[in-house]
């Protein structure tokens, strides 16, 4: 059963979960590379080597857990938190600690290992936005988790350890620290100003221009102000809304057109980095009555992307610096300027 240990000084959670070290890996070259199809778990036609699907987008009359499918959701077969079990939360001398319980799904984004997000037609992507919000909404409902986090590792360097594209999902017992830190600036913005942080960051970035990558009717592509890394960008709805999965149907193909241009831009015009996406959604409010009872007013989805062309360092790790050779300003009109 893997553990949540809480830092008594910055009050951080750390998950102490030794089943990860058991995880295959076919990055072992460290280099990006496609996986036999015989032994890819991934792919279709090896349904059976992964845990029972929790969720799929398939083809009219095919059946669960056979091929057939578009997307296809299953648990994590090496999780960071299991589903099973209590909280059991208690105190081990001045620490603190629970069972590290939560859920952990991987999503197949298609059933090839040679296609990317960014290869697949539109309605697919779409299908892959709509699988997140339809996992999302149900890990919602158990009143277990505070948290669900949807993200995807692209390469050995940014933390992928199997090659075929795929996306995952994790539901946590607590709000995780960098969130909370976002909710607390924004709520405090908020309570100063009566206006939403988001759609002022918003309104600023669509007047200035100079660091927009990619727009269109519901979502804004750009380059943060501060970005912390080189070619990093946000991807921002044009209606404030503090959940994803409370996203409107018809934003879900608006959402799949700028998040498959924006990586289409990063790979023409960088040589296919590796790189991150998260998710970031509002937590659940159904713990506590008093809990962030804000959020409706001072918080707003959004995406994350993150290029991995520098590493961080100890100058980073030590101060929270980041240190960007690339001005935003520079990385927006490099990336508007590749042609999709």
């Not at 009717?217 to 999965?245: G, K, W």
Request: charged share 25%; with cysteine; glycine share 4%.
């Amino acid at each position: 059963m893997p553990e949540l240990r809480q830092d008594p000084v910055v009050k951080r959670w750390v998950i102490i979960s030794t089943e990860r070290n058991r995880r295959p890996n076919d990055f072992t070259d460290h280099n990006n590379h496609l996986p036999d199809p015989k032994v890819d778990p991934l792919s279709e036609g090896n349904e059976h080597l992964t845990p029972t699907e929790i969720y799929a987008v398939r083809n009219p009359g095919s059946q669960a857990n056979k091929p057939g499918w578009r997307v296809r959701v299953v648990p994590n077969k090496y999780p960071v938190l299991r589903v099973e079990g209590s909280l059991d939360k208690e105190g081990e001398g001045m620490y603190d600690r629970m069972n590290g319980i939560g859920a952990h799904e991987v999503v197949v984004e298609n059933p090839r290992p040679d296609l990317q997000l960014e290869d697949l037609p539109l309605d697919h992507v779409a299908a892959i936005v709509e699988t997140y919000r339809t996992r999302m909404t149900d890990l919602l409902r158990d009143l277990r988790f505070r948290y669900v986090l949807v993200f995807k590792n692209f390469g050995w360097g940014a933390g992928a350890t199997l090659s075929h594209p795929h996306s995952q999902i994790i539901a946590t017992p607590v709000t995780p620290s960098v969130v909370k830190q976002k909710l607390v600036g924004a709520q405090a913005y908020f309570e100063q100003k009566e206006r939403n942080i988001f759609v002022d960051v918003l309104k600023q970035e669509l007047k200035d221009s100079r660091r927009i990558v990619y727009q269109n009717a519901a979502f804004v592509c750009f380059c943060p102000y501060a970005s912390r890394f080189p070619f990093e960008l946000c991807i921002m709805p044009r209606r404030q809304r503090a959940d994803f999965h409370k996203i409107e149907p018809n934003e879900v193909s608006q959402l799949a057109d700028i998040l498959k241009i924006a990586l289409l831009k990063l790979r023409l015009g960088l040589n296919q980095p590796q790189y991150n996406f998260l998710i970031h959604t509002a937590p659940v409010r159904h713990a506590k009555k008093d809990y962030w009872t804000t959020l409706e007013e001072d918080f707003c989805w959004h995406i994350e992307i993150t290029p991995r062309l520098t590493q961080i360092a100890g100058f980073e790790v030590g101060t929270g610096f980041y240190v960007n050779p690339v001005p935003p300003e520079d990385a927006a009109q490099f990336l508007k300027d590749v042609e999709v």
